[in-house]
């Protein structure tokens, strides 16, 4: 089940954010700030979402939101499942909770980050299997011999 995020849920997708092996432990202080000045606001078009397990158990996360000065452009700012779930579909099925509720709120673009690292190879062949294009790299952008990827995608009506 996928559902908007509650602040209850802060612990847990932290936990999930370091669990899935892309987001470093030295960055959860400032993932842990923007949730909360996100989680549970009533921002317009700021989304946190989990799916959540028949157990309860959370799984995954995802945030998105508008980016500012555009008309109908969206950022994905942060997807993750945890490590033990990889390719079971859950990545899949947040994206695609994403790109349905965008197009609900008459969404045309969704902007995707993400880093060249090695260990992002999974990620960027998910992005480009979900049809997204590859459209930048940002040299060095966050660190040095660490570019930013850029993808895109057309949210169809």
């Given amino acids: 089940m996928i559902r908007h995020a ?3 849920d802060k612990a847990a997708i932290l936990d999930i954010a370091v669990d899935s092996g892309l987001f470093p432990a030295e960055h959860v202080g400032e993932l842990s700030e923007m949730m909360d000045a996100q989680l549970g606001a009533t921002s317009e078009g700021h989304h946190w979402i989990v799916q959540e397990s028949e157990r309860g158990t959370l799984q995954g996360a995802a945030y998105y939101a508008p980016e500012a000065l555009t008309d109908g452009t969206f950022n994905l700012y942060f997807i993750a499942v945890r490590e033990i779930l990889k390719g079971k579909g859950v990545g899949s099925a947040l994206l695609h909770y994403v790109e349905h509720q965008l197009k609900q709120e008459q969404g045309r673009v969704l902007i995707i980050e993400t880093s060249s690292l090695d260990n992002y190879n ?8 979900h049809e997204y294009t590859e459209v930048a790299r940002i040299p060095e952008f966050f660190s040095a011999g660490e570019d930013k990827v850029v993808f895109w995608r057309k949210l169809k009506a």
């Fill in 122 to 129: 999974l990620t960027r062949r998910f992005y480009l299997k």
């Fill in 6 to 8: 509650s602040v209850a």
